[in-house]
């Protein structure tokens, strides 16, 4: 039925990923495809308060974020089902989104809990995700 999935997730916040993950894994399993893995690194919002941190800032925290996600995956995504990951920045619902395109996904995996809970997969933007996703999209709670 499915060909492929993307589970984002905020290595920062365990809640985007603590039930998103497990149920992503057990859904590659039953369909025998693989895993994606993104994380999605906030950009500035504005220029004027990019300018405030050194030049090499975004360069630095994408590299570590790499490095968090290789960790993560290693421990979390077993090899038979991992796919490609990717650390990424810029707007997070945006970034999905693209992501899960040029992954080639047919399947989003979002990880939420009680909204009284602030988390980057909560509220606009996994309500963006699944409003303007061209893939089916699986909200985990």
């Known amino acids: 039925m499915y ?14 990923w603590e039930k998103a993950a497990p149920a992503a894994v057990e ?15 906030p950009d500035y919002g504005m220029p004027m308060v ?21 960790k993560f995956v290693e ?12 650390a990424v920045h810029g707007t997070i619902y945006k ?15 979002l990880g939420s809990h009680r909204p009284e809970k602030a988390d980057y997969l909560l509220g606009p933007n ?4 699944v409003r303007h996703a061209n893939q089916s999209v699986f909200v985990v709670r």
């Open 50 to 70: 990019g300018s405030f941190f050194p030049e090499d800032f975004a360069e630095k925290a994408l590299e570590a974020s790499q490095q968090e996600l290789a």
């Open 95 to 109: 970034r999905i989104l693209i992501n899960a395109d040029q992954m080639d996904c047919d399947l989003i995996v």
């Open 3 to 16: 060909k492929s999935i993307l589970l984002p997730v905020d290595l920062g916040h365990r809640a985007s």
């Open 27 to 41: 859904l590659a399993k039953q369909h025998g495809i693989k895993v994606n893995v993104v994380t999605v690194i």
């Open 126 to 129: 996994a309500a963006r995700v």
């Open 75 to 86: 421990k979390h995504i077993p090899a038979d089902v991992l796919g490609k990951t990717r």
